[in-house]
Structures are given as structure tokens and as C-alpha cells.
């Protein structure tokens, strides 16, 4: 099985960016479309985006679309969720999941997921 694991959190002030990588500690990720989502305390698993691995077609949550941006190196076996302008609100737990992407997709679809990256937005 897929085994994801996430990197780059930490904390940034709000308008920081911060970058999040997702690598397998096995296997490659050439056949796989990746999803990001997020928990913060108290909520729901949020679907941030996901992109396709044959075609590299993304799909964005309204919440972040502008702000955020996925993109995949299948050679460097990493995708990247690049996180601009973050606001307190963005702050929770970030994971990387495998599983279906034609639309953004919900949790219960992933088929692997990462342990999570917490990333804090505050001042």
C-alpha cells in the first residue's frame, strides 16, 4: 500500500506563504492523483485539491482557489502544495491523500493518506 508522507508545515504570519511536500516512502507517484486536505480543531476533514497523474488537471476548493496551488515532479516523486497569502483561518493539520481526482474529492474516497504537516497562521 501507499504510504505518503508530508512535509514543510511550521508558522508563518498572516500573508506568509509556506510550501507542503508529499513523497511516498515507497513506490513511486506516477500513477497516483494526490489530494491535499486539512482538519483544524473541532472541524470536518477539508478537500483542499487534487491533481490528476496522467494529465495534471487540478481541482481547487473555493476557500482556497487563488491562494493555493498543487502541482507534482513525478521525477522527484513529490507534489507540492504552495500556500500564499494564509490567514489564521488556514491554520490546521495538513494531509496528503491517493485516491480518485475527477472532481475534488471528499476523505472518504482516499485510499492512502499521510500522517499530516500542522502548519499555524498567527501573529
Known amino acids: 500500500q501507499l504510504q505518503l508522507v508530508e512535509s514543510g508545515g511550521g508558522s508563518v504570519q498572516p500573508g506568509g506563504s509556506l510550501r507542503l511536500s508529499c513523497t511516498p516512502s515507497?513506490?513511486?507517484?506516477?500513477?497516483?492523483?494526490i489530494s491535499w486536505f486539512r482538519q483544524a480543531p473541532g472541524k470536518e476533514r477539508e478537500s483542499l485539491s487534487c491533481?490528476?497523474?496522467?494529465?495534471?488537471?487540478?481541482f481547487y476548493a473555493d476557500s482556497v482557489k487563488g491562494r493555493f496551488t498543487i502541482s507534482r515532479d513525478n521525477g522527484k516523486r513529490t507534489v507540492w502544495l504552495q500556500m500564499d497569502s494564509l490567514q489564521p483561518d488556514d491554520t490546521a493539520v495538513y494531509f496528503c491523500?491517493?485516491?480518485?481526482?475527477?472532481?475534488?474529492?471528499?476523505?472518504?474516497?482516499?485510499?492512502?493518506w499521510g500522517r499530516g504537516t500542522q502548519v499555524t497562521v498567527s501573529s
Open positions: 515507497r513506490y513511486r507517484l506516477d500513477y497516483y492523483a
Open positions: 491533481i490528476q497523474d496522467g494529465t495534471g488537471v487540478t
Open positions: 491523500a491517493a485516491g480518485p481526482c475527477i472532481a475534488l474529492p471528499q476523505a472518504s474516497q482516499m485510499n492512502s
